[in-house]
């Protein structure tokens, strides 16, 4: 069996490249640097090749192991050559994620060089440095065993794979401390320098192989992966994390190095806190250590800037109760409102009022943002107001004067008649005139108009419903036509607002809302989001209102079944055991609804 995989795998990969060999290396030239040599066309297309039969996949582990050998020999003693070809990185990317611990680290001594020198060409190149990003994501795999076929003691086996991979490791962080201003500065070598600091933290993020996954993903939770070290990266961490703060002025100001930080303090924060802390203690130092002009703070300059605001911001983010207090009472006290109406600085804004919603510095913050209140909002800077509605919810004291200034904000605190027609005004966020395009005198009636949604009109919606008096958004809930309701429901971004409206709800309170919803459950149950709506609803019903809903559903069950986001609303509600077996159907919804109830006791 293992000469005929033998034999298949020389097929791709041997005889083809040994025939290439015999042809002069294009691009080559007798003077060391300059002109760099290049793969040629024949050994280009080799790698192609090779990229297309990783594409195919293995259906036996043994044939992957020897295709990934037979590779790895033609790579050998020409890695950076092939690292620095478009078309060969590609190929030793992929093959580098198939490859044991031992030949990822071979295949990184040989792109260091004797003396690891040669580290820096490949990791500042634009195919090397992927290379070197993916050889060091395989870190956490170096616990597996050896493709030797002599099977070794498991322990030796593993103590050489962490060997191996542990000093080429050390070997790359020492040459990013004898050149860290390049690899800050450099855009492939700080991307190195980022994977770098994940691999000594022992936390890596999911890789994407496929780019339109990539894109979706990316508004979801990032997925990271913690795995075991060697107590030498502990060091290599410290020696790296003293080496950039010697440099801090370059991290600071300069758009590469500032994302090196990022990424330092990030995982720093989720893997050594005491190391983050004092990171943030020392970059806030120096930022507020240098000059400016009198009576201002350089901090506010640093705020304002394009690259070091994402800096601070990630700062702010980490930051401890003593730090965030010093920060606002030296630095931003009084200022704050002129950051709240800058273009860039209300973003680092926004992550100041969400660190600091666990402290008592939050309620300053507030009452200071408070002043200009309306000024944000003609700014168009609804983010700081999301995250001011969003804090309140943990500080109930402040709630009223919170809803008090979007009523008058949005014009329709007075006459109280008008506070019934707040909901759609807070969902479109426009003013009672702009959306009415009346100038009504009180006590006049408007006309309802179509409903109108937009991204942060719900997030303020769903801040709100976490608000203790929510008798105002519920009344406005019930103004809302059937129309207006359904558009409300199926709406990408409304359906989440109704979803926090609803499931927030008292019991006897959700029953008002469902009753009237009950003439658009087969409408909502045939909508991409409104059957996600309908569901999140369900799971908060009690069992009587359970069974009400089911009841209108049942009838229409040729519709739903056939209907692609219906037919999932059919089966996860048990509609047919409920058809046929209804006694059988409440045991289940009654053992559902307790278990449910015990999981939200245990969280809360």
Excluded at 188 to 201: A, F, K
Excluded at 407 to 426: D, K, N
Excluded at 462 to 473: N, P, Y
Excluded at 570 to 592: P, S
Aim: glycine share 6%.
């Amino acid at each position: 069996m293992v000469e005929k995989m033998g034999a298949k795998g020389q097929r791709y990969f041997r005889d083809e490249q040994k025939a290439s060999k015999k042809r002069p290396i294009q691009g080559s030239s007798g003077d060391e640097g300059v002109k760099r040599k290049r793969l040629d066309a024949m050994t280009v297309g080799y790698f192609r090749r090779v990229s297309d039969r990783l594409k195919e996949g293995f259906t036996e582990e043994e044939e992957r192991d020897l295709f990934v050998e037979n590779v790895l020999l033609e790579v050998k003693g020409k890695a950076n050559l092939v690292a620095m070809d478009m078309t060969g990185s590609l190929a030793l990317e992929r093959l580098l994620s198939l490859a044991h611990p031992v030949q990822v680290g071979e295949v990184l001594a040989e792109l260091g060089g004797e003396t690891g020198s040669e580290f820096k060409v490949a990791a500042c190149n634009r195919c090397g440095g992927h290379v070197i990003e993916s050889a060091l994501r395989q870190a956490h795999r170096w616990t597996e065993e050896s493709p030797s076929e002599e099977k070794p003691d498991i322990a030796e086996t593993e103590s050489e794979d962490c060997g191996i991979l542990e000093a080429q490791v050390q070997r790359l962080c020492a040459v990013i401390r004898e050149n860290i201003v390049e690899f800050i500065k450099d855009p492939y070598g700080s991307h190195v320098l980022r994977t770098l600091i994940h691999v000594l933290t022992g936390c890596l993020i999911r890789e994407h192989s496929d780019a339109q996954q990539a894109k979706k993903d990316r508004r979801s939770q990032t997925d990271i992966t913690d795995f075991e070290i060697p107590t030498s990266f502990w060091w290599e961490l410290k020696y790296l994390s003293d080496s950039l703060m010697e440099n801090v002025n370059v991290c600071a100001t300069n758009a590469s190095g500032s994302a090196v930080l990022q990424t330092l303090l990030t995982v720093c924060h989720r893997k050594r806190p005491i190391l983050c802390k004092k990171l943030n203690k020392s970059i806030v130092g120096y930022l507020t250590s240098l000059s400016s002009a009198s009576g201002v703070s350089p901090l506010l300059v640093f705020l304002k800037d394009p690259s070091c605001s994402h800096l601070i911001q990630t700062i702010f983010r980490f930051s401890h109760k003593a730090l965030l207090r010093d920060v606002y009472r030296k630095h931003l006290r009084t200022q704050l409102m002129s950051l709240a109406l800058h273009p860039i600085a209300n973003y680092t804004i926004q992550t100041l009022i969400e660190a600091s919603t666990r402290f008592k510095v939050f309620l300053k913050i507030f009452d200071e943002l408070m002043e200009g209140f309306e000024a944000v909002l003609a700014a168009g800077h609804m983010g700081v107001v999301v995250q001011l509605a969003e804090s309140c919810v943990r500080w109930e004291e402040r709630q009223s004067e919170m809803l008090q200034r979007l009523l008058q904000a949005f014009h329709c605190s007075e006459p109280a008649s008008r506070q019934v027609s707040c909901l759609p005004l807070f969902l479109s966020l426009l003013a009672y005139e702009v959306y009415y395009n009346t100038e009504t005198a009180e006590g006049d009636t408007v006309t309802q108009r179509s409903l109108s949604i937009c991204y942060h009109g719900s997030r303020l919606v769903q801040a709100l419903s976490g608000f203790k008096d929510r008798s105002i958004l519920m009344n406005g809930l019930h103004g809302l036509t059937s129309a207006n309701l359904l558009t409300f429901g199926t709406d990408r971004m409304g359906s989440h607002a109704l979803q926090a409206l609803v499931t927030s709800a008292s019991d006897k309170g959700r029953g008002k809302i469902l009753r009237k919803m009950e003439e658009l459950y087969i409408q909502l149950a045939c909508s991409r989001c409104g059957s996600r709506l309908l569901e999140a609803v369900w799971n908060s019903a009690t069992i009587s209102q359970r069974q009400s809903i089911a009841e209108i559903l049942v009838p229409s069950e040729i519709q739903l079944r056939s209907d692609q986001f219906a037919r999932h609303i059919w089966a996860k509600f048990g509609l047919t055991q409920f058809m046929k077996r209804r006694a059988a159907w409440q045991e289940v919804q009654t053992g559902e609804s307790k278990k449910r109830k015990l999981f939200s006791d245990i969280l809360e």
